[in-house]
């Protein structure tokens, strides 16, 4: 138990204790002046009965408020899931159009790079078919350069083979 209400329990417990120790005093008749007349009764009963009525109004009273605050807790409980839900749907939503998006970019990433992947391919194709022109021109230009110079050595070989 919390410490009020033992504080609170201790409190009943010696106004219980202190009516039993006076009781004859609380059940002796005394005259009671009501403001337009006067009535003889026992001051400690109609003491003690307030404070019972008062003790139990606010032990009422305390259950409302508790009742109340219960109430409003749960409502507040089932709002924070609804909100909770709303989020987690909002943010899945989210992740969706994310992952959408991303597809979208690496489909784009994948043309473009198909795209650049053939213009490379038949750049280097290109580039090929030159280097094998060129080759081939340079091979045909040594062998007619060769073709040339033995022409020019063998007349000169063939008349120093000559016998003179």
Same mark, same amino acid.
């Given at each position: 138990m919390r410490?009020?209400?033992?504080?609170?329990?201790?409190?009943?417990?010696?106004?219980?204790?202190? +009516?039993?120790?006076?009781?004859?005093? =609380?059940? #002796? !008749?005394?005259?009671? +002046? %009501?403001?337009v007349? #006067?009535?003889?009764? !026992? %001051?400690? %009963?109609?003491? %003690?009965?307030?404070?019972?009525? $008062?003790?139990? =109004?606010? $032990?009422? =009273?305390?259950?409302?408020?508790? +009742? #109340?605050?219960?109430?409003? #807790?749960?409502?507040?409980?089932?709002?924070?899931?609804?909100?909770?839900t709303l989020a987690d749907q909002a943010e899945a939503s989210r992740f969706t159009e994310l992952r959408a998006f991303l597809d979208v970019g690496l489909k784009q990433q994948a043309t473009l790079a198909a795209e650049h992947r053939a213009v490379v391919l038949a750049r280097l194709d290109a580039l090929e078919r030159e280097l094998r022109l060129t080759v081939e021109q340079s091979g045909n230009s040594l062998s007619a350069y060769i073709g040339e110079l033995e022409d020019r050595l063998a007349p000169a070989s063939a008349k120093s083979e000559t016998p003179r």
């Open positions: 410490i009020r209400t033992l504080l609170l329990l201790l409190v009943l417990a010696m106004v219980a204790a202190f +009516s039993a120790l006076n009781w004859t005093v =609380f059940v #002796t !008749p005394t005259v009671l +002046s %009501l403001g007349t #006067t009535v003889q009764a !026992p %001051l400690g %009963l109609i003491m %003690l009965g307030l404070l019972m009525f $008062l003790t139990a =109004f606010f $032990l009422v =009273f305390v259950v409302y408020l508790q +009742s #109340t605050v219960m109430i409003d #807790t749960r409502r507040h409980t089932k709002e924070l899931q609804a909100n909770r």
